[in-house]
């Protein structure tokens, strides 16, 4: 299967602060990618879809302004998490769509303190 | 908005024994999905339906497009440890549609 990457996979970082997070498609192109955030013992939540060259489109709840998503090629989305506070702590995983098929990233665990 | 049931939540069998989870909505779907999640990481793509009534196996897996195309289900077959973790459906409802429908995942404990 098409494999996705992400980096990095921990960081610990002081609220106030801003983080970006990278996820790349190693062998394939995607125009369009997804970034989903997951609390413990929950199932993933959408928080943006990002379309290659164009704007990401965000789901309803999720400011857009606060986590900046970039995709600036075909193999390399960004999700900026500015001003981060504590409540942003959570798992960050990134999806990239090959054809029908959605390949996941392997995840980036934050914790702001 | 679409919403994925799936069910059990939660299994805990022995090892050897087979595990049958499924997913179920009101709305049609065209696409369905299964992952498999270990602890802190992303989730495996494990099987891609895309018609109704299609059975797919990978190894011990089955997993099947009901024919309604509101359901699905998954198999495992003689369970075996590395099989403990989260499996989740997701679905598509409308062809070409970007976003994912996920179901709330089944998690799987295995004794040995």
């Known amino acids: 299967g098409a494999v996705v990457s992400q980096h990095p996979s921990w960081v610990i970082c002081k609220s106030g602060t801003s983080v970006k997070i990278e996820c790349r498609s190693l062998?394939?192109?995607?125009?369009?990618m997804f970034w989903y955030r997951q609390f413990p013992k929950q199932s993933l939540m959408l928080m943006a879809t990002s379309n290659e060259g164009s704007k990401a489109t965000y789901e309803q709840g999720v400011e857009k302004d606060k986590f900046l998503i970039n995709h600036a090629s075909l193999t390399l989305s960004t999700l900026t998490v500015t001003s981060a506070h504590p409540e942003d702590s959570s798992f960050y995983i990134c999806?990239?769509?090959?054809?029908?098929?959605?390949?996941f990233g392997p995840g980036t665990r934050l914790t702001v303190t | 908005g679409q919403q994925l049931n799936q069910s059990p939540q939660s299994m805990f069998i022995q090892e050897g024994e087979d595990v049958s989870m499924n997913c179920t909505s009101s709305s049609i779907f065209n696409t369905w999905l299964w992952y498999k999640q270990d602890p802190g990481e992303g989730p495996v793509l494990l099987i891609a339906l895309y018609k109704a009534g299609e059975l797919t196996s990978n190894g011990r897996l089955t997993a099947q497009f009901g024919i309604t195309r509101k359901d699905s289900f998954l198999n495992i077959s003689a369970s075996i440890p590395s099989d403990v973790g989260i499996y989740f459906c997701a679905g598509r409802i409308i062809q070409g549609a970007q976003k994912l429908v996920f179901g709330q995942g089944t998690r799987l404990t295995i004794n040995p």
């Open positions: 999806s990239a769509r090959a054809g029908s098929e959605q390949y």
């Open positions: 062998d394939f192109q995607a125009t369009t």
